[in-house]
Nanobody, 118 residues
Framework: QVQLVESGGGLVQTGGSLRLSCAAS????????MGWFRQAPGKEREFVAA????????YYADFVKGRFAISRDNAKNTVFLQMNSLKPEDTAVYYC???????????WGQGTQVTVSS
C-alpha cells in the first residue's frame, strides 16, 4: 500500500520560499510519476508539478514555471517541491500524489498548508 507523507508547509511572506517534502513508502516507485497538487479555499484542486521517478522528467503548471522546482531523492524515496517568489495566490493546501505512468493519480497524501501573507 502506497503511503505519502507531506511536510514543510507553513506561513511565509510574499517573495519568500518554502520547500515541501513528500516521503513515499510501500512500493517500488520506478514506474511511477509523482505529482504535487494544491487546493485553495473554495477552489478546485489543481495540478502544480510532476516528476517521473525513473528519469526525472518534469512537468509544471504555467503559473509556477520559473518559481517552483520539483525534484526527487531516490535514496530517501522523497520528492521535493522548492517554492520561490511565493505570492498570496499560492496559499493553499498542497498535496503529494502518486500514479503509475499512464494512469490517474490514485494515491494521495494528507496535505500540508502553505500560507503566503501579503
Amino acid at each position: 500500500q502506497v503511503q505519502l507523507v507531506e511536510s514543510g508547509g507553513g506561513l511565509v511572506q510574499t517573495g519568500g520560499s518554502l520547500r515541501l517534502s513528500c516521503a513515499a513508502s510501500g512500493r517500488t516507485f520506478s514506474s511511477y510519476i509523482m505529482g504535487w497538487f494544491r487546493q485553495a479555499p473554495g477552489k478546485e484542486r489543481e495540478f502544480v508539478a510532476a516528476i517521473t521517478w525513473s528519469d526525472s522528467k518534469t512537468y509544471y503548471a504555467d503559473f509556477v514555471k520559473g518559481r517552483f522546482a520539483i525534484s526527487r531523492d531516490n535514496a530517501k524515496n522523497t520528492v521535493f517541491l522548492q517554492m520561490n517568489s511565493l505570492k498570496p495566490e499560492d496559499t493553499a493546501v498542497y498535496y503529494c500524489a502518486a500514479a503509475l505512468r499512464g494512469s490517474t493519480y490514485n494515491n494521495w497524501g494528507q496535505g500540508t498548508q502553505v500560507t503566503v501573507s501579503s
